[in-house]
């Protein structure tokens, strides 16, 4: 069996209550450099031009020369401009590419996060960091789950396009790249190529090598395809059902306080969870480590 575990705080045991995952848009994750790529422009011109073709954005320009007093005709006369002009306005644009692959940058994620959302798991349960840093310094738990279940297998479509057949991000839980440099995104790709299907790939499933003790694993779902709830905060969250039989083990923390344990031993009572493994860390006598018994 290849089991995967969820790093919980206290109030993790709501995953076994309610037996649903909650899954987060990548505008919440802790590390600022998370699709955050680094930019350039291999072909501005080329870029440039690709702009100026996108739907609805000759009106957008217009009104801004408008609001700016650059521009006094019609709508109509702007068109024309623009259709005689196309080049020239290509070449001004290329003059502010910096201020506008600053924008790009920093809609790669809210674009991300309006689509998806991502189940990150790890391959280890002992790490002393990640017990506490995501399960309330020790006090929380670990949620085991069979890795190769039918739920982890799920595939997410591309992040560029909303047709079925598009470009698939991955199929089912996909391991993380520690990598020394940041992913480049090149404003001069096309929206279908297959180097900005590789651009997603790697956004998705990449991080700094300061994070490699975590050997976290991914999965991505479409937001419209998972459960949405309201949270405590009143904010938009979206949750995975569980199937029962994925759930192969639950560990409290070493510093895991009655209530906790009292809660989650009451969730695990439930005869679809008989099959479920309940233990708990301690420390290690001799060395900086955890066991479970």
Same mark, same amino acid.
Request: proline share 5%; hydrophobic share 35%.
């Given at each position: ?17 309610? @037996? ?14 998370? %699709? ?10 080329? =870029? ?6 996108? +739907?609805?954005?000759?009106? =957008? ?16 006369? $702007? ?8 080049? !020239? !306005?290509? /070449? ?7 201020? #506008? ?6 809609? #790669? @994620? ?12 790890? /391959? ?69 190529? !297959? ?8 956004? $998705? %499933? ?14 991505? $779902?479409?937001?419209?395809?998972? #459960? ?12 995975? +059902? ?5 759930? @192969? ?38 060395? %900086? ?5």
């Amino acid at each position: 069996m290849n089991t995967v575990y969820k790093y919980c705080c206290p109030r993790g045991v709501e995953i076994l209550e309610r @037996v649903e995952l909650k899954i987060t848009p990548p505008n919440q994750f802790n590390d600022p450099f998370e %699709f955050y790529p680094r930019m350039i422009s291999t072909d501005p011109l080329r =870029w440039a031009q690709e702009i100026l073709k996108i +739907p609805g954005i000759i009106e =957008w320009i217009y009104r801004t020369r408008t609001i700016m007093g650059n521009w006094r005709g019609s709508l109509e006369e $702007f068109r024309r401009h623009m259709s005689t002009h196309g080049e !020239e !306005e290509a /070449r001004s644009l290329v003059s502010n590419i910096p201020q #506008v692959v600053g924008g790009v940058r920093e809609r #790669v @994620v809210e674009h991300a996060s309006k689509r998806f959302g991502i189940l990150c798991l790890s /391959r280890r349960r002992d790490s002393i960091l990640m017990w506490g840093h995501y399960s309330d310094k020790h006090r929380g738990i670990v949620i085991g789950f069979d890795g190769s279940n039918d739920m982890f297998q799920a595939k997410a479509k591309s992040s560029h396009s909303g047709e079925s057949d598009s470009p698939a991000i991955t199929m089912g839980l996909h391991p993380v790249d520690y990598v020394n440099d940041r992913v480049v995104y090149d404003t001069s790709w096309m929206p279908t190529s !297959e180097q900005m299907t590789h651009f997603d790939q790697q956004v $998705f %499933f990449s991080k700094s090598k300061d994070w490699i003790y975590e050997e976290e694993l991914r999965q991505c $779902f479409t937001l419209d395809s998972l #459960v949405p709830r309201l949270l405590d905060d009143k904010s938009q969250g979206y949750f995975l +059902p569980v199937v029962p039989a994925a759930v @192969v083990s639950v560990s409290l923390g070493a510093k895991c306080n009655n209530d906790t344990a009292e809660r989650v031993g009451a969730a695990l009572k439930s005869s679809c969870f008989s099959h479920v493994v309940f233990d708990r860390a301690s420390l290690h006598e001799r060395e %900086f480590a955890l066991v479970f018994n």
